[in-house]
Nanobody
Framework: QVQLVESGGGLVQAGGSLRLSCAAS????????MGWYRQAPGKQRELVAA???????DYADSVKGRFTISRDNAKTTVYLQMNSLKPEDTAVYYC?????????WGQGTQVIVSS
């Protein structure tokens, strides 16, 4: 079993920065996909950023140029550096790791951006 533990959320003023982390533990496989999603109240969960095992990254248009996804060399921890935060970035952020045929989700970490 794989567990994903997120950290780094919190309350920040607009224009500020936060760095989220998501670390895997347990029966760790070689993840071929590591991503961050978010869900705001009353909205569907959406992709924020993702990175593949080859290092290819993908970002939602709304965060391009402000957020950066990265991972450690062991490929068991993924980070999301969030700069120039806006109130519309307020949401619960979830990490998502994938291997062939399996999805894993973190428990979520709250990010609140005040105006």
């Amino acid at each position: 079993q794989v567990q994903l533990v997120e950290s780094g959320g919190g309350l920040v003023q607009a224009g500020g920065s936060l760095r989220l982390s998501c670390a895997a533990s347990g029966s760790i496989f070689s993840f071929n996909y590591m991503g961050w999603y978010r869900q705001a109240p009353g909205k569907q969960r959406e992709l924020v950023a993702a990175i593949t095992s080859a290092g290819t990254t993908d970002y939602a248009d709304s965060v391009k140029g402000r957020f950066t996804i990265s991972r450690d060399n062991a490929k068991t921890t993924v980070y999301l550096q969030m700069n120039s935060l806006k109130p519309e970035d307020t949401a619960v952020y979830y990490c998502n790791f994938r291997t062939i045929g399996r999805f894993y989700w973190g428990q979520g970490t709250q990010v609140i951006v005040s105006s």
